[in-house]
């Protein structure tokens, strides 16, 4: 009888730091699929809604204290060993206090990064979850799209706080960053463009400003597919990606297209002037300084609110790791207006 005497490989091992979030549990849920070992950091107050899976390690980190995330990375791992691949996923989208833009997307990531290095876990691959606000507005007089020339000119403290965390990572001598700059990100469990659902199921759509606007979106399975693409590839390996749905759509297209989903034949489309809608976004951001709780919307949300043009180029993406957006707008919309109701079924339910 012949004795196959072939050892099967360990399976790669992946850090997911910030995997607590909406991205972070699809992020998770992919690795998981692949088959890495799959490893998730948390703060002690994080919700594991999303990370229910009993396949999924954890590692707790205070990200103000660098002594006790040094102690927690370096003991997680049997000593000589380290993860294959990092996944950068932690970050703050709106802030009470527009500095803590800086102190949590570029602050804790420069910490981070600094005990990987410094404690030989440097691994093959650190992918850097970036945004497209980090190359601020583009052109809105002939709407070309963002392309891997457009020059970084971010105008919101949140775009700044990320160009600042990507230059960073691009000045480490010999670190394998990748930088992934996704563009609106959408899907289950997702809340600000639930709230856009949500009030045309209600049959009103709210926009801001009256010149065209093209949006652009990537479900959010289609840019976790995305992360585990590239981490494996050698081209990818300090190179910068722009990650949406290769088409981009008018307010127009998506409002018709989110009331046919729901069922909603008349839909009434309100447009608020650009004055008007930054006197809102003063008061409700003053609003959520006074409660002590950061408000959807703000100065920052309003200057990403007025750009009109997020239209992309993706090619570099399809080119180098075979990156492909497999779920259509129509699709995912349909997948996250299915979740939508399921959790108002479920509420009403128990209320009931």
């Known amino acids: 009888m012949n004795v196959d005497n072939d050892k099967?490989?360990?399976?790669?091992?992946?850090l997911i730091v910030g995997g607590g979030g909406f991205i972070g549990g699809?992020?998770?849920?992919?690795?998981?699929?692949?088959?890495?070992?799959?490893?998730?950091?948390?703060?002690?107050?994080?919700?594991?809604?999303?990370?229910?899976?009993?396949?999924?390690?954890?590692?707790?980190?205070?990200?103000?204290d660098a002594t006790q995330m040094a102690s927690a990375l370096t003991s997680a791992l049997p000593e000589g060993e380290?993860?294959?691949?990092?996944?950068?996923?932690?970050?703050?989208?709106?802030?009470?206090?527009?500095?803590?833009?800086?102190?949590?997307?570029?602050?804790?990531?420069?910490?981070v990064?600094?005990?990987?290095?410094?404690n030989g876990l440097t691994p093959e691959a650190f992918l850097y979850m970036s945004s497209l606000s980090a190359l601020g507005p583009n052109d809105e007089k002939c709407y070309r799209p963002y392309d891997s020339t457009t020059i970084p000119q971010p105008n919101t403290r949140y775009g700044l706080s990320k160009i600042k965390a990507e230059t960073f990572l691009q000045t480490l001598p010999g670190f394998p960053w990748i930088i992934f700059r996704p563009t609106g990100v959408y899907g289950p469990h997702e809340q600000d463009y639930l709230m856009m659902i949500k009030s045309i199921d209600s049959h009103v759509d709210f926009g801001v400003g009256y010149r065209k606007q093209l949006l652009t979106f990537i479900y959010v399975e289609d840019l976790a597919r995305a992360v585990f693409d590239a981490l494996p590839s050698e081209k990818a390996l300090r190179h910068a990606y722009i990650i949406s749905e290769?088409?981009?759509?008018?307010?127009?297209?998506?409002?018709?297209?989110?009331?046919?989903?729901?069922?909603?034949?008349?839909?009434?489309?309100?447009?608020?002037?650009?004055?008007?809608?930054?006197?809102?976004?003063?008061?409700?951001?003053?609003?959520?300084?006074?409660?002590?709780?950061?408000?959807t919307l703000n100065r920052d949300k309003y200057i990403i609110m007025r750009q009109r043009n997020w239209s992309c180029d993706v090619s570099d993406a399809e080119c180098d790791f075979?990156?492909?957006?497999?779920?259509?707008?129509?699709?995912?919309?349909?997948?996250t207006i299915e979740e939508y109701r399921n959790a108002c079924a479920d509420g009403k339910a128990k209320k009931d």
């Open 246 to 295: 290769p088409r981009s759509y008018s307010q127009r297209e998506f409002r018709s297209l989110v009331a046919r989903l729901l069922g909603r034949k008349f839909v009434i489309p309100i447009r608020l002037p650009l004055w008007a809608t930054y006197v809102v976004s003063v008061l409700a951001e003053k609003i959520g300084v006074v409660r002590m709780k950061p408000s």
């Open 82 to 111: 380290r993860w294959d691949y990092i996944v950068y996923n932690l970050g703050a989208t709106k802030c009470t206090n527009f500095a803590d833009f800086n102190r949590i997307n570029f602050g804790y990531l420069r910490t």
């Open 113 to 118: 990064v600094g005990l990987i290095r410094d």
């Open 26 to 64: 699809f992020i998770a849920s992919e690795s998981l699929k692949r088959g890495y070992e799959t490893w998730v950091t948390v703060r002690e107050s994080t919700s594991r809604r999303f990370l229910r899976d009993e396949a999924l390690k954890f590692v707790t980190l205070d990200y103000d």
């Open 8 to 14: 099967v490989a360990p399976a790669k091992k992946v």
């Open 322 to 335: 075979g990156f492909r957006a497999s779920i259509p707008l129509e699709c995912g919309l349909a997948r």
